[in-house]
């Protein structure tokens, strides 16, 4: 209950700053206001993203450096691997709301960072934290967050395009009724939720897809850089706690935004059946 009364203040104080600028928009420019809404509703997107992880992750969590040799030392090392230019872990006590293993790629530019949960440092083998960690290398090198953004940004564009052309549609047709009187009016609040909420539902399976495509690929990115095919495979496992399985394609399609389970322990043993190499012990060697 503490953490639903942080959220709608946060939201309370981003919502008094952001839906004022749209509605001057709106009054200002009443025929374009939906391609310069689209525009300062992405810069808002984009700078809410930057100051995330140092302003409004710590109001729900305790966001620290990790401070574990064992756990800092190999991850590091494939750091600098991959070409990260991370000096420190970071972790998160996200067993205050939820005992699910994971970890993230936050922030945009300099508040970028890889931030594992406790969940994870807890119950996870280090052979698993290793491959989680290529997972969440894999997004950062191959900037997702960049792609991600524009992606979404294209989304918010088509979006206002039809917000525009709806809202104008139900106004003329039920506007009377509703007392509301145009689209300037903050009554179209309410509207605009419900229209909204439409739009993203009926886009669900396209932006699962996105994403789902997006953790594929990090997902392969995780196995070459970690070589923990064991430890990933042993990763679905754990996440099956909350995720089905084994869904069918169509299921996947439309609900997934991770590739399932099965599918991730089958690219797993994939790639270990084509990498038998690393794992055979040379003749004589002690065990
Ligand atoms: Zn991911």
């Known amino acids: 209950m503490g953490d639903q009364f942080k959220a709608?203040?946060?939201?309370?104080?981003?919502?008094?700053?952001?839906?004022?600028?749209?509605?001057?928009?709106?009054?200002?420019?009443?025929?374009?206001w939906w391609i310069w809404g689209a525009i300062v509703y992405c810069a808002f997107f984009a700078v809410t993203a930057m100051l995330a992880p140092v302003f409004i992750f710590p109001i729900f969590n305790k966001i620290t450096k990790l401070d574990d040799p064992k756990v800092t030392?190999?991850?590091?090392?494939?750091?600098?691997a991959n070409g990260i230019p991370a000096r420190e872990v970071y972790?998160?006590?996200?067993?205050?709301?939820?005992?699910?293993?994971?970890?993230?790629?936050?922030?945009?530019?300099?508040?970028?960072?890889?931030?594992?949960?406790?969940?994870?440092?807890?119950?996870?083998?280090?052979?698993?934290?290793?491959?989680?960690?290529?997972?969440?290398?894999?997004?950062?090198?191959?900037?997702?967050?960049?792609k991600g953004t524009f992606f979404f940004s294209a989304v918010f564009i088509i979006f206002f395009a039809l917000l525009n052309w709806s809202l104008r549609w139900s106004l003329a047709r039920w506007?009377?009724?509703?007392?509301?009187?145009?689209?300037?009016?903050?009554?179209?609040?309410?509207?605009?939720?419900?229209l909204a909420s439409i739009f993203f539902f009926i886009l669900t399976p396209i932006t699962n897809t996105y994403t789902r495509t997006e953790e594929h690929e990090a997902d392969m990115y995780g196995?070459?850089?970690?070589?923990?095919?064991d430890g990933f495979a042993q990763g679905a496992i754990h996440l099956g706690e909350y995720r089905k399985m084994s869904p069918g394609p169509l299921e996947e399609w439309i609900f997934f935004d991770h590739p399932s389970g099965r599918n991730r322990i089958h690219d797993a043993m994939t790639w270990k059946a084509e990498n038998l190499k690393l794992f055979e012990q040379p003749p004589g060697a002690a065990k």
């Open 73 to 80: 030392v190999p991850v590091l090392s494939m750091a600098r």
């Open 223 to 229: 196995l070459n850089a970690s070589r923990q095919p």
């Open 91 to 146: 972790q998160i006590d996200a067993s205050r709301q939820t005992t699910r293993m994971s970890a993230n790629v936050s922030g945009l530019g300099k508040t970028m960072r890889i931030t594992m949960n406790d969940n994870l440092l807890r119950r996870g083998s280090l052979e698993e934290i290793q491959s989680i960690m290529g997972h969440e290398m894999g997004h950062y090198v191959l900037n997702h967050t960049y």
């Open 8 to 32: 709608f203040f946060v939201s309370l104080v981003l919502g008094a700053i952001a839906v004022p600028i749209l509605f001057a928009i709106v009054r200002k420019l009443p025929r374009t």
């Open 175 to 194: 506007g009377e009724r509703w007392q509301i009187r145009d689209i300037g009016d903050a009554a179209v609040l309410p509207l605009v939720f419900l």
